[in-house]
C-alpha cells in the first residue's frame, strides 16, 4: 500500500459547484495533513493544514480529517477556473523520522 | 517577509558533470528539506537539513547530498549527473521542522543532456 493516495484525475468540475478531493494514508500514526495545489510549471504553495480530527474551514476551502479511516479531503466550494490545478496531499509519516511524504496530486479541471 | 529563494532557476549540464543548486528560506525557518519532482514519480523526498545537521533522508542514492550554512542557507549537489536526474528541484523551508507547514522555494529546472 502507498503512503499516500490521491486520485490523479482528472477531476472537471463545473464552475460553481463543489470540488472534492480525497487522499488516503497508510500510517496511523500521522499527525500532520497538508494540501497544496500547484499550477503548471509552478512550485507547490501550501493552502490548508489540518492536524485535528474534524473540518477545518478557510474561506471557500475546507479540509476534513477522519484519523480512524485514514482519510483526509479538501472541499472547494464555487469552484472558479482558476482553481484548475494540481492539489497535492502530504502526510508526515512517524515511522520514516516524521518526514512529509507527498501523494503524486488530482488534477482538477474547473469547466467554465 | 522574503519567500524561500532558490537558484539558479535554470540549469543545463551534460552527463557526468556536477551541480549545486542554492536554497535560501523564509528568515527564522530552520528547516530546509528538499525534494525532486518528475512527472511520473511526483514530489519524491531527498533530505531535509535542520540547523546545519541532516535529520532525514529519503532514498536516492549517494550522488545527491547537500548541507546546511549557519544561516540556514542550504546546498544540494549532485555529482556524476545522469539522464534519469532532469527534473524539477524544489526546496521547501519551516520553522522547525518537516511535521509543520513548509513554503516552497520556485525550484530550479535541471536538465541533464
Known amino acids: 500500500q502507498k503512503e499516500v493516495e490521491q486520485n490523479s484525475g482528472p477531476l472537471s468540475v463545473p464552475e460553481g459547484a463543489i470540488a472534492s478531493l480525497n487522499c488516503t494514508y497508510s500510517?496511523?500514526?500521522?499527525?500532520?495533513f497538508f494540501w497544496y495545489r500547484q499550477y503548471s510549471g509552478k512550485s507547490p504553495e501550501l493552502i490548508m493544514s489540518i492536524y485535528s480530527n474534524g473540518d477545518k474551514e478557510d474561506g471557500r476551502f475546507t479540509a476534513q480529517l477522519n484519523k480512524a479511516s485514514q482519510y483526509v479531503s479538501l472541499l472547494i466550494r464555487d469552484s472558479q477556473p482558476s482553481d484548475s490545478a494540481t492539489y497535492l496531499c502530504?502526510?508526515?509519516?512517524?515511522?520514516?523520522?516524521?518526514?512529509?511524504?507527498f501523494g503524486k496530486g488530482t488534477r482538477l479541471h474547473i469547466l467554465p | 517577509k522574503a519567500g524561500v529563494t532558490q537558484t539558479p532557476r535554470y540549469l543545463i549540464k551534460t552527463r557526468g558533470q556536477q551541480v549545486t543548486l542554492s536554497c535560501s528560506p523564509i528568515s527564522g525557518h530552520r528547516s530546509v528539506s528538499w525534494y525532486q519532482q518528475t512527472p511520473g514519480q511526483g514530489l519524491q523526498f531527498l533530505f531535509e537539513y535542520f540547523s546545519e545537521t541532516q535529520r532525514n533522508k529519503g532514498n536516492f542514492p549517494g550522488r545527491f547530498s547537500g548541507r546546511q550554512f549557519s544561516n540556514s542557507r542550504s546546498e544540494m549537489n549532485v555529482s556524476t549527473l545522469e539522464l534519469g536526474d532532469s527534473a524539477l528541484y524544489l526546496c521547501a523551508s519551516s520553522f522547525a521542522g518537516t511535521g509543520l507547514e513548509a513554503f516552497f522555494g520556485q525550484g530550479t529546472r535541471l536538465t541533464v543532456v
Open positions: 502530504a502526510v508526515n509519516i512517524p515511522n520514516r523520522d516524521d518526514k512529509i511524504i
Open positions: 500510517d496511523r500514526g500521522s499527525q500532520s
